[in-house]
């Protein structure tokens, strides 16, 4: 639609002015189209028009969302030792980068590991009082404690305003780096100074056991959360996973009964970690069960499982049960694509 509008207006020889490409770029990208989203920014700079901030903004934001960083920082900078390409662009064409701005970026540095480049942006944000939170900090926390700098990331988060979400960003980090006896003591302290654990703090713990492969630990801290009405679907996911990587299929089998008993509901990635599970065992019966189930309660299946649906063999039988799959899945197209199962994890 947002295409359509520019091809119209340059065949009536109308020439869009900064606001209006501004606006089509923001379209293209609420609609999805961030590549042409990205060719339509660059004509504007290249025609000499000048984009504003509400422009950049949304387009770094979503390669983010997409986890394409790549994209997000090639558009926010080219890396030359001097600086920030992009953000000096933006700034002398008049657009002053905001904490949106800000956090995204910083958050893509510390994905790709570049926590020199994060704290320049941080420290540039403090010099231009741009507003620092916890969007800002949870990155910078996670990047020290994941590089073993965890001494570093408690001496940062001694500056911050303590609070429940600054200790959990900062349990996490620790747990997710391997010091899980740092973040007990850390939860200790946070009672101590008034501040209570939430499902959030208990959910780092978590999946800091199953990741380790602490199973029974887990499903102990679990029961706890039920208890405490800090379980959710999450928190079941996490277990489904850990129980199908290990192997215990029935018990991953099991927590999908409990979660419903619980008055939670199954989602899509409840249901393509135990399609995929019950598949690598052989239990297709399992499967299929939890396939009808998942169409059942209306919940639309991702390629994940459908790619986990071992339709392979049912081929090879010839059943009805495999025609009913394919023509779930829609094209010839799609069956080529799915490929084998065998390789691949929820």
Not at 14 to 40: D, R, T, Y
Not at 48 to 67: D, F, Q, V, W
Not at 242 to 264: P, T, V
Not at 289 to 313: C, H, Q
Request: hydrophobic fraction near 40%.
């Amino acid at each position: 639609m947002a295409l359509k509008l520019m091809n119209e207006m340059l065949a009536l020889e109308l020439a869009p002015n900064e606001a209006v490409c501004s606006s089509i770029v923001i379209a293209l990208v609420k609609e999805g189209k961030l590549k042409n989203a990205q060719n339509l920014l660059e004509e504007i700079r290249a025609d000499g028009l000048m984009p504003n901030g509400l422009t950049y903004t949304p387009l770094i934001s979503a390669y983010c969302r997409k986890r394409n960083f790549e994209a997000a920082l090639k558009l926010h900078h080219q890396m030359p030792e001097s600086g920030n390409q992009a953000l000096d662009e933006m700034v002398h064409h008049g657009v002053l980068p905001n904490e949106v701005t800000y956090n995204v970026m910083i958050d893509g540095y510390c994905r790709t590991g570049d926590t020199v480049r994060a704290f320049k942006l941080h420290d540039e944000m403090v010099l231009k009082g741009l507003s620092t939170d916890n969007y800002t900090y949870r990155p910078l926390i996670t990047a020290l404690c994941g590089n073993g700098r965890t001494s570093e990331a408690m001496e940062f988060a001694e500056d911050l305003v303590p609070n429940t979400v600054t200790y959990n960003v900062l349990i996490d980090g620790l747990c997710k780096a391997g010091f899980s006896h740092k973040a007990e003591l850390l939860c200790k302290e946070m009672l101590v100074t008034g501040f209570l654990p939430n499902h959030i703090t208990y959910g780092c713990f978590l999946d800091h056991l199953v990741v380790k492969g602490k199973l029974e630990e887990a499903i102990s801290l679990h029961e706890v959360m039920v208890k405490e009405l800090f379980a959710n679907t999450v928190t079941y996911n996490i277990l489904i996973k850990g129980f199908c990587k290990a192997g215990r299929i029935q018990d991953a089998n099991r927590l999908l009964g409990d979660m419903k008993s619980n008055g939670l509901l199954p989602d899509r990635i409840s249901y393509s970690t135990l399609l995929y599970g019950n598949s690598k065992q052989g239990d297709l019966a399992e499967a299929f069960k939890l396939w009808e189930e998942m169409l059942r309660e209306g919940i639309e299946p991702d390629t994940l499982a459908y790619n986990f649906s071992n339709i392979w063999v049912y081929i090879d039988r010839g059943t009805e049960k495999a025609f009913d799959l394919l023509s779930c899945m829609g094209t010839p197209q799609a069956i080529s694509t799915a490929g084998s199962p065998g390789g691949m994890s929820p």
